[in-house]
């Protein structure tokens, strides 16, 4: 099929590259055009696991083109999907402007029947708003337009394996002809026999997904209903943390048995420092407009939000408790972006830890594998080193705050020899509160006892 992507972010780059590798004659195009220059020029403007080689081969193959000259793109397509950004608005709606503005280029430059396709995580209703404004700004004989909606579960970091083997592929549709036609697009992926290019000798063979054909508020109410419900779960989680530290439970030990329950599932319980991301906060503060603006309280998700934004002040509290004084003090940050293999920091809870530490007069010196570029942006003044053992020298206490596995396997010993206090605050849970004693660490964590088994909280010293 002849498709045109547009919106070259996250969504768009990866679903393009992907729908090429699964045998589709792809353009995609972006309003950012040193963006296109970029990518004309072979160079990722994002971090995403191997992204590279998908690219690589659809682009030398010509099944997947960059243009910045979007008419050009739309005109010679027969299915386009749009994958502009939906960011927050000053009231926390989703800011739809973008969708906007593609619908009535798609309406003005059509000459063919075509579908529209919205992959951006959108408000339920946006598929009606959509087809009105195609309607309205349609001009050219020839031109009709069905809409659906097909929204996307990618996770960053993992992006490219999510879209070869998903768990479904949920479209929201108004006829069966675009059903068919979806079924059509994506039955690469859904007869299972196609040969994922990040495929190991060793992987399982890939389920087959169930596609879910809805109505396409349905769907659109799906993308913002599946998010919020990860969210939730953490929440759920990090509230059982704080449980623990007063009531001596382990946190660890507790979400593990609780998530072998089917019905409740072990994933998104993982307590820490909470989610961040443009996805999961962004989409639970537009769910609770979209709720309040329809007449129902989400109160649920209000709180999955406060307890979320209470994390870094719970972290900042352990550390403030631990020493004492901030002014002056020497921190070393181990992690900057929101989750590890990506260099995405955009509402990453570490940002918003190094910006208070900083507030109290702390000297930060940070390190990520990926995400240390992006991070010069936001904090030119910090100080950066590539090399953990650089971020330890010295440091009155190192704050591991995104779980990169780089990190678990450092060389603790040496860490504790670089450090001027040897102390640990685990914002991830993501080292073994036994080891680190062992190792002679100070080590706090959230929700996890103290391996000494003095106090029932895991924050006193
Ligand atoms: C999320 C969803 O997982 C995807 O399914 C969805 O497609 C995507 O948003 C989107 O809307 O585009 P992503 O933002 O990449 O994906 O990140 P997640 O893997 O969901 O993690 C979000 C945050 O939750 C991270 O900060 C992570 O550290 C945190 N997290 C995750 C926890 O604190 N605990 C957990 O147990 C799991």
Avoid at 11 to 40: M, P
Avoid at 298 to 323: C, H, I, M, P, Y
Avoid at 346 to 358: F, Q, Y
Wanted: aromatic share 6%; hydrophobic share 40%; proline share 5%.
């Amino acid at each position: 099929m002849k498709l045109a992507v547009i919106g070259c972010g996250y969504v768009g780059l990866v679903s393009g590259s992907c729908l090429a590798e699964a045998g589709h004659d792809v353009v995609a195009t972006d309003n950012d055009a040193s963006r296109i220059a970029a990518l004309q020029a072979g160079k990722i403007p994002i971090y995403e696991p191997n992204l590279d080689k998908v690219l690589d081969t659809v682009v030398r193959e010509g099944r997947l083109r960059f243009t910045s000259d979007c008419a050009q793109a739309v005109r010679g397509a027969d299915v386009v999907f749009i994958c502009v950004g939906t960011p927050p608005s000053e009231t926390g709606e989703a800011d739809l402007s973008a969708i906007d503005n593609v619908a009535r280029l798609i309406a003005k430059e059509s000459r063919s029947p075509k579908l529209i396709i919205e992959k951006s995580t959108v408000p339920a209703q946006t598929g009606e708003q959509l087809k009105r404004a195609l309607h309205v700004y349609a001009n050219n004989a020839g031109a009709s337009f069905r809409v659906a909606s097909n929204p996307e579960f990618l996770r960053e970091g993992t992006a490219v394996e999510d879209f070869f083997h998903p768990d479904r592929i949920v479209i929201g549709v108004e006829d069966k002809e675009t059903e068919q036609q979806l079924r059509e697009l994506y039955r690469p992926i859904l007869e299972g026999h196609f040969r994922c290019p990040v495929h190991q000798p060793n992987c399982p063979p890939a389920a087959t997904p169930d596609f879910v054909v809805t109505t396409i508020a349905s769907a659109e109410l799906i993308k913002h209903a599946s998010n919020s419900f990860l969210g939730l779960k953490i929440s759920y989680a990090n509230v059982l943390a704080d449980l623990c530290e007063r009531l001596g439970g382990n946190v660890d030990e507790v979400t593990r048995a609780v998530g072998l329950d089917p019905r409740i599932g072990g994933q998104f319980l993982k307590a820490g420092l909470g989610f961040g991301g443009f996805c999961l906060p962004k989409d639970i503060q537009a769910f609770i407009k979209l709720a309040d603006r329809a007449g129902v309280d989400f109160g649920l998700l209000k709180e999955t939000e406060r307890v979320n934004k209470q994390r870094v002040d719970q972290l900042l509290e352990k550390v403030k408790k631990a020493l004492w004084v901030m002014k002056n003090k020497q921190i070393g940050v181990l992690g900057i972006a929101f989750k590890p293999n990506t260099d995405d920091i955009r509402l990453a809870p570490a940002i918003e830890v190094i910006r208070r530490l900083l507030a109290e007069g702390a000297v930060v010196r940070a390190t990520d594998p990926e995400a240390m570029e992006r991070a010069r942006a936001v904090f030119p003044g910090l100080c950066y080193s590539a090399d953990p053992y650089e971020v330890a020298r010295g440091a009155d206490a190192l704050l591991l705050l995104t779980e990169w596995e780089q990190f678990r396997r450092l060389d603790w010993k040496r860490i504790r020899s670089e450090m001027a206090r040897a102390l640990i605050i685990d914002a991830r849970n993501m080292l073994r509160p036994a080891e680190m004693k062992a190792l002679g660490f100070e080590y706090l964590s959230f929700g996890r006892p103290d391996p000494a088994g003095a106090a029932a909280s895991n924050t006193s010293n």
